[in-house]
């Protein structure tokens, strides 16, 4: 099949989102599809977009910002249409199924899916009289079209259903990770980067994510004093940066946590895997702020995968990315005393924190890798094509 792919969110540009576009399409293309993907255009991106062409992936870039995309892709999309046989068009998020609409996607009889991941489905940006209510109609009416449905998580595919979309229509695709990319690293490396870092000996807590309100990273330097209490030489690690860094800097200050959290800001890509295998345990007691929201969690797997137990809020995807019990621990969102006790009894019991990382690296190796979601997507589309 030749499959048309349309996403404003691609390399080089980084979240979620973008890793799921770029692993999807590799992995769709590695199962022998012709695959196309049309997706803004950055600076320098040509070495990029070679690695993706070696991987049978040929990128068509559109000069747009991220927002602009949808209707600047336009043009880009009738040439691609009118050019080439395609057999499915993928929207990576349904601003690009308005796109492939304009652009006659429906009317050559092209079916579409479209992924669904959670805030694109929220969002509420139009701050005009009616304006809002129009744009609302917009987005029911381009995902009520979609001929498949392919939401991230179960919670994503609640998000479908107010908008109109049966059950018969959706199929949730968990997102995965790259186990060959992330894996347990040896005790000598995690130690010599911690001593490049200037972690100290102890255990090590670690969060990986933008630096924004509904990550929760304010609540883990809210559970942390009382983590101290039960383990006085653990270390919190927080790799990312984002708007709220300054305040959350400021609050480890006034919590007097600051020999304690180690704020490392944006974090080489080649190192992260270390940087999981060297931590003990993995946070991010994500919330949901409206339109904001976590859809799924790439990180607690990417942490599963090397051997890491991770903890996370019961809310949004994330009981999708944590099987509770088994690969991590679920706590309510906002509840410093719960995560304090969650994060102090995996540290107390490290055989039990071991045997959560052992079972989140083998779910990764069966079932939450981007082979297998590829594998589900290309059959559904071999469907979809019938």
Same mark, same amino acid.
């Given at each position: 099949?030749?499959?048309?792919?349309?996403?404003? %969110?691609?390399?080089? %540009?980084?979240?979620?989102?973008?890793?799921?576009?770029?692993?999807?399409? =590799?992995?769709?293309?590695?199962?022998?599809?012709?695959?196309?993907?049309?997706?803004?255009?950055?600076?320098?991106?040509?070495?990029?977009?070679?690695?993706?062409?070696?991987?049978?992936?040929?990128?068509? =870039?559109?000069?747009?910002?991220?927002?602009?995309?949808?209707?600047?892709?336009?043009?880009? &999309? $009738?040439?691609?249409?009118?050019?080439?046989?395609?057999?499915?068009?993928?929207?990576?998020?349904?601003?690009?199924?308005?796109?492939?609409?304009?652009?006659?996607?429906?009317?050559?009889?092209?079916?579409?899916?479209?992924?669904?991941?959670?805030?694109?489905?929220?969002?509420?940006?139009? $701050?005009?009289?009616?304006?809002?209510?129009?744009?609302?109609?917009?987005?029911?009416?381009?995902?009520?079209?979609?001929?498949?449905?392919?939401?991230?998580?179960?919670?994503?595919?609640?998000?479908?259903?107010?908008?109109?979309?049966?059950?018969?229509?959706?199929?949730?695709?968990?997102?995965?990770?790259?186990?060959?990319?992330?894996?347990?690293?040896?005790?000598?490396?995690?130690?010599?980067?911690?001593?490049?870092?200037?972690?100290?000996?102890?255990?090590?807590?670690?969060?990986?994510? $933008?630096?924004?309100?509904?990550?929760?990273?304010?609540?883990?330097?809210?559970?942390?004093?009382?983590?101290?209490?039960?383990?006085?030489?653990?270390?919190?690690?927080?790799?990312?940066?984002?708007?709220?860094?300054?305040?959350?800097?400021?609050?480890?200050?006034?919590?007097?946590?600051?020999?304690?959290?180690?704020?490392?800001?944006?974090?080489?890509?080649?190192?992260?895997?270390?940087?999981?295998?060297?931590?003990?345990?993995?946070?991010?007691?994500?919330?949901?702020?409206?339109?904001?929201?976590?859809?799924?969690?790439?990180?607690? &797997?990417?942490?599963?995968?090397?051997?890491?137990?991770?903890?996370?809020?019961?809310?949004?995807?994330?009981?999708?990315?944590?099987?509770?019990?088994?690969?991590?621990?679920?706590?309510?969102?906002?509840?410093?005393?719960?995560?304090?006790?969650? &994060?102090?009894?995996?540290?107390? %019991?490290?055989?039990?924190?071991?045997?959560?990382?052992?079972?989140?690296?083998?779910?990764?190796?069966?079932?939450?890798?981007?082979?297998?979601?590829?594998?589900?997507?290309?059959?559904?589309?071999?469907?979809?094509?019938?």
């Amino acid at each position: 099949m030749h499959i048309l792919a349309v996403t404003q %969110d691609f390399p080089p %540009d980084v979240g979620g989102t973008q890793t799921y576009a770029a692993e999807v399409a =590799r992995g769709l293309a590695s199962r022998g599809h012709r695959v196309s993907v049309v997706c803004p255009a950055r600076p320098d991106t040509s070495h990029l977009d070679t690695g993706f062409a070696a991987h049978g992936v040929h990128t068509i =870039r559109v000069a747009s910002t991220q927002d602009m995309f949808p209707l600047r892709a336009v043009p880009t &999309l $009738r040439g691609v249409l009118s050019r080439e046989a395609i057999d499915v068009a993928f929207a990576v998020a349904w601003p690009s199924a308005l796109a492939l609409r304009i652009a006659g996607a429906a009317r050559r009889h092209i079916p579409l899916a479209l992924a669904a991941h959670g805030r694109e489905l929220l969002l509420e940006p139009v $701050r005009i009289p009616g304006g809002q209510a129009a744009y609302d109609a917009i987005r029911r009416h381009v995902v009520r079209g979609a001929d498949l449905l392919l939401p991230v998580s179960r919670y994503t595919a609640s998000l479908l259903v107010p908008l109109g979309v049966p059950a018969t229509r959706m199929q949730v695709v968990n997102n995965g990770t790259d186990p060959s990319v992330f894996f347990p690293v040896d005790a000598a490396q995690c130690a010599a980067l911690r001593a490049r870092l200037g972690v100290p000996d102890g255990p090590m807590i670690l969060t990986v994510s $933008r630096l924004v309100g509904r990550k929760g990273v304010n609540t883990v330097l809210e559970a942390l004093p009382h983590v101290l209490r039960d383990h006085p030489d653990a270390s919190y690690v927080v790799a990312g940066d984002g708007p709220d860094k300054d305040a959350l800097v400021a609050l480890a200050r006034e919590l007097g946590l600051t020999e304690r959290v180690h704020f490392l800001g944006r974090f080489p890509w080649e190192d992260l895997r270390t940087l999981y295998s060297a931590a003990n345990v993995f946070v991010l007691p994500a919330r949901e702020a409206r339109p904001d929201v976590e859809g799924f969690g790439i990180v607690f &797997l990417e942490a599963n995968a090397c051997g890491t137990p991770v903890v996370g809020a019961d809310t949004g995807g994330i009981p999708d990315a944590i099987d509770h019990e088994q690969t991590g621990l679920l706590v309510p969102p906002d509840d410093a005393a719960a995560l304090a006790r969650a &994060l102090s009894g995996l540290l107390a %019991d490290p055989d039990r924190a071991e045997a959560m990382g052992a079972a989140g690296r083998k779910r990764v190796e069966e079932s939450f890798n981007w082979q297998r979601a590829s594998e589900h997507i290309s059959a559904l589309f071999s469907r979809l094509n019938r």
